[in-house]
Nanobody
Framework: QVQLVESGGGLVQAGGSLRLSCAAS????????MGWFRQAPGKERESVATINSNGRNTYYADSVKGRFTISRDNGRNTVYLQMNNLKPEDTGLYYC??????????????????WGQGTQVTVSS
């Protein structure tokens, strides 16, 4: 059974930075696309960033392009989200998730089978 544990959230002022981490248990982490998603209060969960199994392909939501960077360390079974120049609208619960199938690329939420418990990011103005 795969477990995903996020960390690194917190309270930060606008313009600040945070680095989220997601540690995965289980085998074959390096075979799966991983994604970061977020849910703001009163809004639906949305895709933030996605990285393929070898780390060479990435996707970013338009709202975070140029500010967020997704990366992964397959030797450590960990995926990261570096968030710079944070804005109040970035506030939300951030989840990492593992794609349902190995070596497939998709940003659609229903293609992700394993989810972490989330880490809260709050950006004050």
């Amino acid at each position: 059974q795969v477990q995903l544990v996020e960390s690194g959230g917190g309270l930060v002022q606008a313009g600040g930075s945070l680095r989220l981490s997601c540690a995965a248990s289980g085998r074959a982490f390096s075979s799966y696309t991983m994604g970061w998603f977020r849910q703001a209060p009163g809004k639906e969960r949305e895709s933030v960033a996605t990285i393929n199994s070898n780390g060479r392909n990435t996707y970013y939501a338009d709202s975070v392009k140029g500010r967020f960077t997704i990366s992964r360390d397959n030797g450590r079974n960990t995926v990261y989200l570096q968030m710079n120049n944070l804005k109040p609208e970035d506030t939300g619960l951030y989840y990492c998730a593992k794609h349902r199938y190995p070596f497939l690329w998709d940003t659609t939420q229903n293609q992700y089978a394993n989810w972490g418990q989330g880490t809260q990011v709050t950006v004050s103005s």
